[in-house]
């Protein structure tokens, strides 16, 4: 039997009310999560502003100090950094930005040193350490502090032996020994019947243990293995092609002495400011408009120099009127100017020291004859003595060309004049002293041997006169089979040399075109010798740098039956003394180089 049960009916719920408060709720936790996305937000953009604030003024100093370096290279651009240069150094100015409180300031006192690594490795360098300090503020208060380490490298250029921006040959007939590192940025030619090297040999390209212009080889070029030990160059980049190869041969034969590109070795930049050709330094001033820019300003001798002497080859006078005593016959105007210095050099003394004269000998390798301005140092001495207050360390002499033909008394031979500087009776200096001209220069006789002192000559090419060279000898071209050659005497020479060379014209067996080749002399040949100095020594110290070919002295070189001189026994060597800073001649050719050492952020 089913029992019904009855239907219990249900209760109806108004669930408007709770909706509501659900609702509510939801709407304060999202109003909630808003506010907080809201409030985090503004906390990540004041804080992106505040890092983008401190950004930009931290990079600002940065910029500054960048900026300050870039000055101080501008100010070493000659080499020196003086306390007027730095205080006159700043931080750009930039909108928006305060560097107050800046510093530039020189730390501890100068030093020398090696360069390790960088275009100028391998070069001394007189070194000061500078430290910049440079706070920054901008307008929202935000503070920045950067101080950078730097270094301010004067480098001369007297830093070798032997340094050719070209390429080098070195064949010398006689025995030579040569004391000092030789160095050149075009390919080294090694070959000689007897030559020693004691020091590193560099070059970034090859070694030729044979001539540019012929295929002879004279097997006489020895390089220092130890400190007793010399060993026979037997091979060369020829021979043995392998890089690895030419280094293991190279330091078992030499230990490492004779090093190229299998080395790794780089050209070595010359230490001259940027866009200025090497031959700038001997030039004369150029003044007015598209005359020297201030950095060829300081980078010509002529610039540097406190003795200005111009012989005016143009505007001829007498030489009574030059020296105020002498004849009536045709003399150029000579001028002395003292550009520093109480007292000037009057016409008395300027004929003493400085004296003039027309075709004075024949130069038989030019084959012509030489219009001589001599400088007699033993004069010079004199005066400087005469004048105690007064110095002379750096002559440039210029000469002004003739445009017009010249008067037949001035010239006999009719060949235009050929003007040339010779320095003579230089036994001793009368301090450290450099003699510049753009032209060829000859140095007659003994020259800086009493007192040695920092000197340095600089030419279009350099020419030895032995210490029994005659005038009257020399008034026709003397070659051996002709008029004879005259008798050299021993002479020493200790000076610092920048002058041309005469180059070789092309190497027969790499230059792709070249059948035949003129030889130039060779590095043995770069001081012109006209005399016969067979078994007579020329003793030389000093450094021999050449980055140019001559354009003035062009007379070829030759050897032969119509030789015009015999070579010297030469007994060469670097200048240990150049290697102290302190003992460079006046006026020698620097460039500085600013490294960054260090950076750091300060607080």
């Known amino acids: 039997m089913k029992i019904r049960l009855p239907r219990v009916p249900r209760r109806t719920r108004d669930q408007t009310g709770l909706a509501l408060i659900v609702t509510l709720i939801i709407m304060a936790a999202t109003a909630g999560l808003i506010t907080a996305v809201i409030t985090a937000a503004i906390l990540e953009l004041r804080s992106t502003l505040s890092d983008h604030h401190a950004s930009r003024v931290f990079y600002a100093a940065e910029g500054a100090g960048e900026a300050i370096l870039g000055q101080i290279q501008l100010a070493l651009q000659d080499g020196i950094l003086s306390d007027a240069e730095i205080s006159d150094l700043e ?10 409180g800046y510093k530039v300031v020189k730390v501890g006192e100068s030093y020398t040193e090696m360069i390790r690594d960088g275009p100028y490795a391998g070069l001394q360098a007189l070194t000061e350490d500078i430290e910049i300090t440079i706070p920054a503020t901008d307008q929202t208060g935000s503070y920045a502090l950067v101080e950078l380490g730097a270094k301010a490298q004067a480098i001369p250029i007297f830093q070798f032996g032997v340094f050719y921006e070209e390429d080098l040959e070195i064949h010398p007939g006689p025995p030579m020994d040569f004391l000092g590192r030789v160095h050149t940025n075009g390919r080294l030619y090694l070959n000689a019947n007897e030559a020693r090297y004691y020091q590193l040999l560099t070059t970034p390209a090859t070694v030729i243990a044979n001539y540019k212009h012929k295929v002879v080889s004279r097997d006489g070029v020895w390089i220092k293995y130890d400190a007793s030990t010399f060993n026979l160059l037997q091979f060369d980049s020829r021979s043995i092609t392998d890089p690895e190869a030419f280094k293991t041969r190279s330091c078992a034969d030499f230990d490492c002495r004779l090093q190229t590109a299998a080395f790794g070795v780089e050209p070595l930049n010359l230490p001259l400011p940027e866009g200025i050709a090497p031959r700038e330094i001997v030039r004369p001033k150029e003044t007015g ?10 980078t010509k001798l002529a610039w540097l120099s406190e003795t200005y002497v111009t012989v005016d080859l143009a505007t001829l006078t007498t030489k009574g009127n030059v020296c105020d005593s002498g004849a009536n016959d045709d003399y150029p105007t000579v001028t002395v100017d003292r550009l520093l210095g109480p007292s000037s ?36 001495k004199n005066w400087v003595d005469a004048h105690s207050t007064d110095n002379v360390a750096l002559i440039y002499i210029e000469f002004v060309p003739r445009t017009t033909s010249a008067p037949a008394a001035t010239d006999p031979s009719d060949d235009g004049y050929y003007p040339a500087v010779r320095i003579k009776n230089g036994q001793e200096l009368p301090g450290p002293l ?25 030419g279009d090419a350099y020419h030895v006169l032995s210490d029994a060279w005659d005038d009257s000898d020399h008034q026709i071209i003397r070659e051996k089979n002709a008029a004879g050659l005259t008798d050299a005497s021993p002479t020493t020479i200790n000076v610092a040399i920048l002058a041309g060379h005469s180059a070789t014209t092309c ?39 050449s980055l140019w070919t001559a354009v003035h002295a062009l007379g070829t070189w030759y050897r032969g039956s119509d030789d015009y001189y015999r070579p010297p026994i030469r007994n060469w060597g670097f200048d240990l003394d150049l290697l102290d800073v302190d003992n460079m001649p006046p006026g020698t050719p620097t460039v500085g180089a600013v490294v960054r050492t260090s950076f750091r952020e300060g607080y």
């Not at 408009?289 to 300081?298: I, L, S, V």
């Not at 510049?436 to 600089?458: C, F, I, R, S």
């Not at 130039?520 to 450094?543: A, M």
């Open 91 to 100: 931080p750009p100015t930039l909108d928006g930005f305060d560097f107050t």
């Open 289 to 298: 408009a598209g005359g020297d820019t201030p950095a060829e300003q300081q």
């Open 345 to 380: 050099i009057n016409k008395s003394w300027t004929c003493k020291i400085f004296s003039w004269s027309f075709e004075t000998f024949v130069d038989s390798r030019e084959k012509k004859p030489v219009d001589v301005l001599d400088v007699d140092i033993n004069e010079l």
């Open 507 to 545: 190497d027969i067996n790499e230059d792709a075109g070249c059948t035949t080749a003129e030889y130039g002399g060779g590095f043995e040949n770069y001081p012109r010798f006209l005399e016969d100095w067979r078994d007579v020594e020329y003793q030389y110290l000093g450094s021999i740098v």
């Open 434 to 458: 450099t003699i510049a001209t753009e032209h060829p220069l000859y140095v007659w006789g003994d020259y800086n041997t009493v007192n040695k002192q920092p000197a340095a000559v600089a």
